[in-house]
């Protein structure tokens, strides 16, 4: 499979534990961005990353969430110590270096907290 | 504020006919548009884009239109058939920039009757 890959595609927590989600690009993309889609809405944009820089953390929330695409391995979003209004559908998307290329997406990883 | 807008929250259309999908946009930075189509407990397919220096781009059974003096985008598919149904988003994409942040409008759940 030559897509996006994100795991785990379900992850229950219990409020104020950690979540980790990994995304790995296609093959050939060095862009990554993270989006996340509540219940009956569009998906919200998060953050944007090149391998070991954050190119654009606008949409992230400033406290609990960090996002890294290290040099190996894939890129994690990480959210502390989790609340419930954290749960949510998480997606990763990549694109090819250059202009107007689009953003292909994973499957998405399915956050639910207790 | 919602930038991108998609006011019809569902569409149904008999097997064979035309679907119309629409969406409104306010950003006038935004010159780069995309249509998503998303079943459930997937991630959002890609299917056709648009820059601003076109009105028209047509894929197969997808066209997209594409009026910058409006500010309003729609998805043509012609003749719609029942694997089509599914959510569609658009998405916008902002001027200059390689890989930047999509602006999501909430979608439009499309039903095509067999």
């Known amino acids: 499979n030559a897509g ?28 990554v961005y993270w989006y996340r889609q509540l219940p009956e809405e569009g998906l919200k944009f998060m953050v944007y990353l090149q391998k070991e820089n954050i190119i654009d953390e606008s ?16 890129s ?23 202009v107007r290329q689009p953003q292909h997406f994973g499957d998405g990883t399915r956050l639910s907290i207790l | 504020d919602q930038q991108v ?8 259309v008999q097997e064979g006919r035309i679907s119309i999908l629409n969406c409104d ?30 009105d028209k781009n047509e894929d197969g059974r997808f066209t997209v239109f594409l009026n910058k003096s409006a500010k309003h985008l729609s998805l043509h598919i012609v003749p719609s058939q029942p694997g089509d149904s599914a959510v569609y988003f658009c998405a916008a994409g902002p001027r200059n920039n390689a890989g930047n942040m999509l602006t999501f409008g909430g979608g ?3 039903m095509v009757k067999p």
């Not at chain 1, 379900?10 to 862009?31: F, I, T």
């Not at chain 2, 807008?5 to 149904?12: A, E, I, R």
Request: aromatic fraction near 12%; glycine fraction near 6%.
């Open chain 1, 76 to 98: 994690i979003l990480r959210i502390q110590q989790v609340v419930r209004g954290d749960s949510a559908a998480y997606f990763c998307a990549s694109s090819p270096v250059g």
């Open chain 2, 108 to 110: 439009t759940r499309l």
């Open chain 2, 5 to 12: 807008k998609q006011n019809s929250p569902s569409l149904s």
């Open chain 1, 59 to 74: 949409g992230m929330p400033k406290e609990r969430f960090s996002a890294e695409f290290p040099k190996e391995g894939p």
């Open chain 1, 4 to 31: 996006v890959m994100q795991n785990p595609r379900h992850l229950v927590r219990r409020r104020g534990q950690e979540a980790r989600l990994r995304c790995s690009p296609m093959k050939g993309h060095s862009h």
């Open chain 2, 25 to 54: 946009y306010t950003n006038s930075m935004f010159d780069y548009f995309l249509w998503y189509k998303k079943y459930p407990a997937e991630g959002p397919t890609f299917l056709i884009s648009i820059s601003s220096i076109k």
